[in-house]
């Protein structure tokens, strides 16, 4: 897709995303449901930044999603900010914690790096449960402030977090055109090849594990608003990581359209699950098809179409 054509179409999501909360004719659970399927575009572009692009595997979605999610709460709670900065706040945060987790474990590789990023998730919870300010254990129940423009807060919810998806693919599909993501490709196929050539390896690994945090940041600032309540068991659930390594996995992580398509068809099909039959069953419908698309497809949905059309 040339330059032109994605701005384009990313002009068209954002006045249909801001512009669909407005019209007061569409069924309230429309925007509930396409809330976290938003999200999870946000999650999966996030994760293939350093995932996909780089091929560090990262099991650590929950520990940066819920630091954003609790940084948003602090911010509310201590100084009443308003969403926005809520926001900028989780993905400043998150984005630091990410560096620092970087630093700590980016000369791990494999297994070691992806055993070390889910020992995040645990210290990140195990550190809020003893944060009585922001609940602790029990939670927090929050008042959401009233809003003017929109019928609703979801609905508001819902057009900043289709603004949230298309900034964050703008950032993806930058640093996959860009020298950094040339760099971050000629590590993840050989690091020692890629360091050899002067590709300065540790610095570009530092920056996607930064952007990446960040961003994983700013989609969970917005999610105690979202529920009305924070509570650590939900907000450093490992289904985040799930849903944003099965996005990536499903829609094909060597682009940055894969984890959008990826995410908006797990996302979808795990809503309709939900409502048609349970909510327990969102693991199988994701487990059935990374089976699936690893067998069948194991550069995902992209992939597929890449390697039908240029035949």
Known sequence: MSGRNFWIGAVAVLVLGVGLPLAP???????????????FVVLATAWNILGGYAGYVNFGPPAFFGVGAYAAVLLFKWLQAPLLLQIAGGAAIAGLLGFGVGLLTLRLRGIFFAIATVAVVFIMETLMINWRYVGGATGLQLLRPPVELFDSYTRMLFAVMAVLSVAAVSIARYIQVSWIGRGLRALRDSEEAAESSGVPTLKLKLFACTVSGALMGAAGAPMPMYLSFIEPASTFNLSYTIGALGSAIIGGMSHWLGPIVGAILLGTLQQVVTVTIS?????????????????????????????????
Do not use: C, D, W
């Not at 004719?25 to 999200?39: C, P, R």
């Open 279 to 311: 909510s327990e069953m969102n693991v199988l419908v994701v487990g059935v098809l990374l089976v699936l698309f690893v067998i069948a497809a194991p550069e995902g949905i992209v992939g597929l179409f890449k390697r039908i059309f240029h035949q």
């Open 25 to 39: 004719i569409v069924n309230e659970y429309f925007f509930y449901a396409g809330y976290m399927v938003l999200t």
